[in-house]
């Protein structure tokens, strides 16, 4: 009837995820991921050039002094600067693409008091931002394996899958600290240092073979590890990632995924009145 108004109220207790309703705003997602594109390059000397120039540089750094220094060994798995690069390309997706989830309900503050949509669409098309990035970096890889005389096999074909498990963990972990970061801004000093131990409890710089073998069922939990190991693999033929390990990494993605996934919703109701 002609002059009937709707009122959209708070939702309260623990929501569902609605993927029709998130599927229904996919255009708008693709919005969110040009904005970031837009915003992220603007005004930038170099550009798009940015998107590898980190983890080439920190390439170079661990090469000189994990590789060269300290003599740290590739577990067969090719020169360093390859064996590092091969993991630093999804490491550089999960964390960018982490730090900028983290962020993205504040940054979009005014987006989020003007008109509905499901919140859930911020962080996932902030992380999924990334993916340019992402694929430039690729190129640069498949680049330095020509250089050294390495060339992708069969493996590489199932590259797909560690990025789904990538995405799935970096997504999760977004949805948690961009729900915490709405109601307390000391997130944005915690995600920094969260990152780097998280770095260092990923095999980016090291093999994972160094890790002993009765603690490695734990240390899989960080699905990172699965995702490095099976880039290396994919790449340069390095240890398989296909075992127990890949199991339980999949498992923590996915309960990251969800606990985020449904703390968020939890926490939906109050955005527009704290951010």
Known sequence: MA??????????????????????????????????LKVRYKQ????????????????????????????????GSGPYAVFAFAAMVPWTLFSQGLARGAQSLVSGSSLISRVYFPRLVLPIGTVLSFLVD???????????????????????????????????????????????????RDVAYVTPFLLQLWFFATPVVYPVDIVPEGLHAVYAINPMVSVATGFRWAFLDGASPFSADIAVSAAAAVVLFLAGAYYFRRMERSFADVL
Do not use: H
């Open 44 to 75: 930038t000397a170099l550009g798009a050039s940015w998107a590898v120039l980190q983890p080439v540089l920190m390439t170079v750094i661990f090469t000189i002094v994990f590789g060269r220094w300290l003599r740290v060994g590739t577990g």
């Open 3 to 36: 002059g009937d108004a709707i009122v959209i109220t708070p939702s309260r207790g623990w929501q569902p995820l609605r993927l029709a309703e998130l599927w229904s705003f996919r255009e708008l997602a693709a919005f969110i991921i040009w904005r970031e």
């Open 134 to 184: 992402f694929a430039i970096a690729l190129v640069l890889l498949f680049i330095l394996m020509a250089v050294y005389g390495y060339y992708p096999s069969i493996e590489v074909l199932a590259l797909p899958l560690f990025v789904v498990l990538l995405l799935v963990a970096a997504m999760g972990v977004s949805f948690l600290l961009a729900a915490a970061n709405a109601q307390y």
